[in-house]
C-alpha cells in the first residue's frame, strides 16, 4: 500500500483532538503530562497586534520540551504555506515514496478486496484527501517542517499543528523516525503499528499543550477549524479504507500510547521506539504488545505464478492484519461488532496478487488464528464477502484447524489450489 515517510497531521488529528477534550470535560482521563510551563499562552497582547511567528512558535517549542521532556539537537525553522504549495509538494513526496508498479499494486489489491470501487487511482484519492485536510507535516528524510495556513493567519489551529509537528521533530532527532519502516517492505500492517506509535505520540503531547494553553475562546477557534466544510467534504468523500486508514495512526495510536503512559509515562513511549509494535494487534491490544506477541510468519508457496500456468505473473505481495481485514469485513456489509469480533483472534497472514491473460487479477489470501474458533468465526463472517465480491468474479474460501485461505479474481479456485492446498475443507 501506498508508502508515507513523511510525518503529517491532518484535520482527522484536529478531530480526535477535540473529541480527546471532549471526553476529558466528561471525565475520561486526558494522557499525563508535566505540570504547566511557566511562559504565557500563546494569545496576542492586549493591544491586539498579533505578535511575530518566531516568538510565537518559540513558546511553543518551550511548552512541548516541558511535556515531552526531550530537548532539540538542532534546529528546524518552521515554513508556512499555503494550500496551492502543499499540493504541490504533497505531490513531489508522493511520487518520490511510490513507485507506479507499486501503486499499481496496492489499486488492483484493494479493487478486488472492495475496498475502493473498480477505476479507482489510489495517487489521485490519497492526493485530493490530504490536500483538502492536512494542516502541517514534518520530513525526516528533508528535516524540514511546515504548517499550512489557509487563512494567512497564525491562529489557534495552526499553534496546535505546530506543537504536534515539532513533537515529530523531536521524535526524529532522538528516535530516528527514517529508521522506521526500512523493515516494512510488502508489510503494510507493520508499517501502520509504527506509524501508530508516532502519531499517537504526537497527538498526546499536542493534546497536553492544548489543555495547559489555548483559552476557552481559542479552544472554540480551534473548534471552528476542525469542522471547516471543505475539510469535512473531502472526510466525507474519501473511500473509507482510505478515511480510516488515515485516522488508525491519530485515534488508536493514541490510545497505544496512553496505555504506556499509565505505567511508564513518557520514558515507557521513548523505550517504544527502540522495540516498536509491529502489527496493529498490537496497537489495537496494547497487552499483547506488552507480551510481545508477535505475528505468525505465514508463508505462500513460491512460484505461485508458474503453478497458475501459461501467462501468470506474482505482481506482489503484502500482510493485511487485523484492524485492515476488520476493516474489509464492516465495509463489505459485516456488522461493525461481529466483524470487530472475527478479526480480533487474528495470528497471521500473507496476501499475494497474481496478473493473468487478458488483464485477469486474482488476489490469494491466507490468515493464521489464535485458535480453532477464531479461525471459525473469521470465516463465518467471511464467507458472505466473498460470496459478494464473487458476483462478478470467481471466489472460493476454505479453512481447517487454524489457518483459512480464500481467493478472489479469475481463476479463483485454481490458486486456492495452490495457496491451500493443504488445508483440509471443513465442509
Excluded at 508498479?101 to 490530504?130: H, M, N, Y
Excluded at 469542522?227 to 473511500?239: G, H, S
Excluded at 505482481?315 to 464492516?330: I, K
Aim: proline share 7%.
Amino acid at each position: 500500500m501506498p508508502r508515507n515517510r513523511r510525518s503529517n497531521v491532518a484535520a482527522l488529528a484536529t478531530l480526535a483532538l477535540v473529541l480527546t477534550l471532549t471526553l476529558g470535560a466528561c471525565g475520561v482521563t486526558a494522557p499525563a503530562a508535566t505540570p504547566p510551563p511557566t511562559t504565557a499562552p500563546t494569545t496576542a497582547p492586549p493591544t491586539g497586534t498579533p505578535r511575530p511567528a518566531a516568538e510565537v512558535y518559540a513558546e511553543i517549542r518551550t511548552a512541548v520540551e516541558a511535556i515531552r521532556g526531550l530537548q532539540p539537537t538542532a534546529a528546524v525553522d518552521p515554513v508556512t504555506i499555503d494550500e496551492t504549495q502543499l499540493r504541490q509538494n504533497l505531490e513531489a513526496e508522493f511520487d518520490k515514496e511510490n513507485s507506479a508498479a507499486d501503486l499499481k499494486f496496492s489499486e488492483e489489491t484493494l479493487i478486488a478486496l472492495g475496498l475502493l470501487p473498480g477505476g479507482s487511482s489510489l495517487r489521485v484519492l490519497t492526493l485530493d484527501f490530504q490536500g483538502s485536510s492536512v494542516a502541517g507535516y514534518y520530513s525526516p528524510d528533508k528535516k524540514q517542517l511546515f504548517v499550512v495556513s489557509r487563512s494567512g493567519n497564525l491562529g489557534p489551529a495552526e499553534e496546535v499543528t505546530y506543537a504536534h509537528e515539532f513533537t515529530h521533530q523531536l521524535q526524529d532527532q532522538h528516535f530516528d523516525l527514517s529508521k522506521l519502516g526500512e523493515d516494512a517492505a510488502n508489510q503494510s500492517d507493520r508499517a501502520l503499528a509504527q506509524l501508530s506509535l508516532v502519531e499517537g505520540d504526537a497527538v498526546s503531547v499536542q493534546t497536553a499543550w492544548t489543555v495547559q494553553t489555548l483559552t476557552p475562546q481559542e479552544m472554540g477557534q480551534l473548534l471552528a477549524a476542525s469542522l471547516d466544510p471543505k475539510a469535512l467534504e473531502a472526510l466525507r468523500r474519501a473511500p473509507p479504507y482510505l478515511r480510516e486508514t488515515s485516522l488508525f495512526p491519530y485515534q488508536d495510536g493514541l490510545t497505544f500510547v496512553t496505555s504506556l503512559m499509565s505505567s511508564g509515562g513518557y520514558a515507557a513511549v521513548n523505550a517504544a521506539f527502540a522495540s516498536p509494535p509491529v502489527s496493529t494487534e498490537q496497537v489495537l491490544h496494547p497487552e499483547k504488545y506488552a507480551a510481545r506477541e508477535a505475528p505468525v510468519q505465514v508463508r505462500l508457496p513460491g512460484d505461485l505464478a508458474a503453478a497458475m500456468g501459461s501467462g501468470w505473473t506474482e505482481a506482489g505481495q503484502d500482510t493485511l492484519g487485523e484492524f485492515v481485514l476488520r476493516l474489509w469485513l464492516t465495509q463489505n456489509g459485516v456488522p461493525s461488532a461481529t466483524a470487530m469480533a472475527a478479526a480480533a483472534g487474528w495470528g497471521g497472514d500473507r496476501l499475494s496478487l497474481i496478473r493473468g491473460p487478458s488483464g485477469a487479477v486474482t488476489v490469494g489470501l491466507v490468515t493464521m488464528w489464535d485458535t480453532e474458533a477464531d479461525a471459525s468465526e473469521f470465516e463465518n463472517a467471511a464467507e458472505p464477502v466473498v460470496e459478494r465480491l464473487g458476483t462478478v468474479q470467481t471466489e472460493a474460501l476454505v479453512s481447517g484447524g487454524k489457518e483459512v485461505a480464500l481467493t478472489i479474481g479469475a481463476e479463483a479456485k485454481l490458486l486456492l489450489s495452490v495457496i491451500g492446498g493443504d488445508v483440509p475443507s471443513r465442509q
